[in-house]
C-alpha cells in the first residue's frame, strides 16, 4: 500500500522559511517521479513544484520560483519542499503526490497517490 506522509508545516511570519518533508512508503521510491501542490481555502489546488525520479530533472510554478526548491532523497524514500521568503499568499495546505512515471509532470490529475496534507500559515 502507498503511504505518502507530509511534515514540516506551521504558522511563521512572512520572511521566514520552512522545509516541509514527504515521506514515501509502499513502493520503490526511486522509480517515480514527484511533485508539491498546495489548496488554499476556497482556490483549487494548483501545482508547486515536481522532480524526476532521479532528481536531475525539476520543474516549478510561476509564483514560487526563485523561493521554493524541492529535492529528494531515494536513499531515505523522501521528498522535500524548501521554502523561503514566505508571503501570506504562500497559506495553504500542502500535498505532495507520486506520479506513476518517471518523468516530471505539472498536471494534477497525472499523479495517482497523494498524502494528507500540511498545513502553512504565514502571518503578516
Known amino acids: 500500500q502507498v503511504r505518502l506522509v507530509e511534515s514540516g508545516g506551521g504558522l511563521v511570519q512572512a520572511g521566514d522559511s520552512l522545509r516541509l518533508s514527504c515521506a514515501a512508503s509502499?513502493?520503490?521510491?526511486?522509480?517515480?517521479?514527484m511533485g508539491w501542490f498546495r489548496q488554499a481555502p476556497g482556490k483549487e489546488r494548483e501545482f508547486v513544484a515536481s522532480i524526476s525520479r532521479s532528481g536531475g530533472s525539476r520543474n516549478y510554478a510561476d509564483s514560487v520560483k526563485g523561493r521554493f526548491t524541492i529535492s529528494r532523497d531515494n536513499a531515505k524514500n523522501t521528498v522535500y519542499l524548501q521554502i523561503n521568503s514566505l508571503k501570506p499568499e504562500d497559506t495553504a495546505v500542502y500535498y505532495c503526490a507520486k506520479s506513476p512515471k518517471g518523468l516530471t509532470t505539472t498536471a494534477r490529475t497525472e499523479y495517482d497517490w497523494w498524502g494528507q496534507g500540511t498545513q502553512v500559515t504565514v502571518s503578516s
Open positions: 509502499g513502493y520503490t521510491f526511486s522509480v517515480f517521479s
